[in-house]
T-cell receptor, first 114, second 113 residues
């Protein structure tokens, strides 16, 4: 079935290193992708998004890469900080679906080692 | 600018009871979506409301229902609660237009005993 999934459920990185979180999607009709960060006890927080007509987008310390050929999405966090420890979700959306619906991956837990 | 507000934050109910959860979206947003989050299934789409109309529905039984008011505030209701309904229920607010950000509330933690 169509789904959005993640390669790794957990990721541990040293403070100051760069983190890379990966996501595979199978719905080729998806044209909008979002990364969310969820801290314990909180709702998902928007990090960055990318449209399917782009292959890279940069934010503050974060970069999202989209490879439509292999249906792969990644989130790169530069100079990872303890405050980056959280669960990260990728989500996809299809603009032609007639409504606003996000399909989420299972999530990757990022732990930053001080 | 106020964020998405969900009430209550925590709720404990008994099997067979019903529950109503509330969501106030960001001012100006007309779309409210509801998601269920559990450790086993992750984040799953329940339904989306736009301008008081349900535009889309996920794969959940009819015990799960919702509505949206003219001020865009939304409620979801779960009847005949089951133990498996224990979850974090999240509400997302957006303009409703394609390819735009969705902002989530902190969620309502429902525990069914």
């Amino acid at each position: 079935g169509e789904s959005v999934g993640l390669h790794l459920p957990t990721l541990s990185v040293q403070e100051g290193d760069n983190s890379i979180i990966n996501c595979a999607y199978s719905n080729s009709a998806s044209d909008y992708f979002i990364w969310y960060k969820q801290e314990s006890g909180k709702g998902p927080q928007f990090i960055i998004d990318i449209r399917s007509n782009m292959d890279k987008r940069q934010g503050q310390r974060v970069t999202v890469l989209l490879n439509k050929t292999v249906k792969h999405l990644s989130l790169q966090i530069a100079a990872t900080q303890p405050g980056d420890s959280a669960v990260y979700f990728c989500a996809e959306s299809r603009s032609g679906a007639g409504s606003y619906q996000l399909t989420f991956g299972k999530g990757t837990k990022l732990s930053v080692i001080p | 600018k106020a964020g998405v507000t969900q009430t209550p934050r925590y709720l404990i109910k008994t099997r067979g009871q019903q529950v109503t959860l509330s969501c106030s979206p960001i001012s100006g947003h007309r779309s409210v979506s509801w998601y269920q989050q559990t450790p086993g299934q992750g984040l799953q789409f329940l339904f989306e409301y736009f301008s008081e109309t349900q535009r889309n529905k996920g794969n959940f039984p009819g015990r799960f229902s919702g509505r949206q008011f003219s001020n865009s505030r939304s409620e979801m209701n779960v009847s005949t609660l089951e133990l498996g309904d224990s979850a974090l229920y999240l509400c997302a607010s957006s303009s409703g237009q394609a390819n735009t950000e969705a902002f989530f509330g902190q969620g309502t933690r429902l525990t069914v005993v």
